[in-house]
């Protein structure tokens, strides 16, 4: 699709019944609609900077597109320059793949960079792993994968698994996958003990892993030491979930509802609900003396934040529509200003408290009742964050665990073992509700 059709599409959308449709919320809770917006004219932005993938040799985009479903979007990125698309085999059943495959058929496969993943099983065969391979290549309507990542592995013993590194090694040779990777964002299940930081030191010490997909922002500093190894070892360093912001805005909205609704709260809300009052003033004080009303300008430095960062190559954004294609491309290249980094300093010591750091788990441990509260906390931020509501409902209604519903008869245990001050207790019970719409 040239570029003429991708932003006489984008205009379309934004001035019809579709663009309305998918409008968000706007800072001060009013819902912004397609139709009472003037049609921009401006041109979609282009991306400025393009950085070398480790020892991969690759220049890509330092915004790239992670877990995207549309194929005008995926050519809106592609027409303004983006050359980086990570996908999965798990996102949307395949969903992912197929439309990142339109996109890019007609165009010059060597200036892309495709990467995809498979959750590796520890019985999985060396074979059932190829034909997966195969299938993701199917989807994608290409010869071959740039990267294949192990997807999410919660124990080192997978890292390591024979199976997956010899179905790498018959793929490579079969000329059909470049380079092997792997992402983690910390443990998914109470009892999974190798964290984030630890598999991807594992993966790096290991030798042959080319790429690495992990968390890192500036409220969840940790992964660091990761990003110091990846340089020392020449890996290629793409970044997930770098936007931490927008759980109190979340939180202090679903207060306030609960307030306006009169009814009689719950013994759990009466519980939990003063100290998350006492927490939300004080963070409100912040938000008033450093001025950060505006959750979208914080999200924009928070991205600005990890990509001043000379070991990081690309940042996988989830573009869902044209708007975020403008949002996202709009910081290629673009550094942090000072007062940008005030105002990121300002929030994580005023509303830090209600970020639930990824790849954390740290209070998973204490829970009686064996509630993943990584993986809930992850879904919560697919829908507060990310904007990815229905994904975030789809997911929590098929987890295959104790949803956080359980937290309403307990006493809080992971609270007072988280050592941030996340006020977990209250965050899982509102989450409970949001996933499932209560």
């Keep these: 699709m040239s570029s003429e059709k991708s932003m006489n599409r984008r205009n ?14 706007i800072s001060g809770g009013q819902t912004a609609f397609a139709g009472q917006e003037e049609e921009s004219t401006a041109p979609t932005p282009k991306i400025k900077q393009y950085r070398t993938l480790g020892r991969t040799g690759f220049k890509v985009s330092d915004i790239s597109s992670g877990g995207g479903r549309d194929e005008a979007v995926f050519n809106a990125l592609l027409d303004a320059g983006v050359n980086y698309i990570d996908t999965a085999e798990g996102y949307g059943r395949g969903k992912s793949e197929i439309a990142a495959g339109k996109a890019i058929k007609n165009r010059d496969r060597k200036s892309l ?51 997956f590194h010899e179905a790498v090694k018959q793929l490579k040779n079969e000329g059909r996958l470049k380079f092997a990777g792997l992402s983690n964002h910390g443990a998914q299940w109470p009892g999974d003990e190798d964290n984030m930081e630890k598999i991807c030191l594992t ?11 992990f968390v890192y922002n500036f409220m969840k500093k940790e992964a660091e030491r990761v990003l110091k190894v990846c340089r020392e070892k020449n890996i290629g360093v793409t970044l997930m979930k770098t936007n931490p912001v927008g759980a109190y805005h979340y939180m202090k909205e679903r207060m306030e509802t609960m307030k306006k609704e009169g009814k009689k709260a719950p013994e759990f809300w009466t519980k939990v609900m003063p100290a998350l009052e006492v927490k939300a003033q004080k963070a409100e004080g912040y938000i008033k003396k450093h001025n950060l009303k505006n959750p979208a300008e914080i999200r924009n430095a928070a991205i600005k934040f990890v990509l001043q960062h000379p070991d990081v190559h690309t940042v996988c954004c989830s573009v869902r529509n044209f708007d975020d294609v403008d ?23 005023g509303c830090g408290q209600f970020y639930c750091r990824h790849a954390c788990g740290i209070c ?5 009742h064996n509630v993943p509260v990584n993986t809930i906390m992850r879904y919560n931020h697919y829908f507060e964050a990310q904007g990815r509501e229905k994904y975030a ?4 209604a098929a987890l295959p665990a104790v949803k956080a519903d359980r937290c309403f008869q307990c006493d809080g245990f992971c609270e007072t073992a988280c050592p941030y001050g996340v006020p977990i207790h209250g965050l899982l019970g509102m989450a409970h509700r949001r996933l499932t719409l209560a």
């Design 393 to 396: 409902l789809e997911k929590y």
């Design 113 to 163: 960079f495709i990467t995809s993943k498979l959750v590796i099983k520890k019985d999985e065969s060396k074979e059932d792993i190829v034909k997966r391979a195969r299938k993701s290549l199917e989807r994608l309507q290409t010869d071959y994968l740039d990267c294949l990542m192990i997807h999410s592995p919660t124990k080192i013993e997978t890292v390591k698994l024979a199976s």
């Design 327 to 349: 949002t996202y491309l709009k910081l290629s290249g673009c550094g942090l200003t000072p007062a940008e980094e005030k105002k990121l300093s300002a929030y994580a010591e």
């Design 203 to 213: 993966a790096a010490a290991d030798g042959r892993f080319d790429v690495m997909l």
């Design 12 to 25: 379309f959308l934004k001035n019809s019944a579709l663009g309305v449709v998918g409008a968000g919320v």
């Design 364 to 368: 998973e441990s204490k829970c009686p």
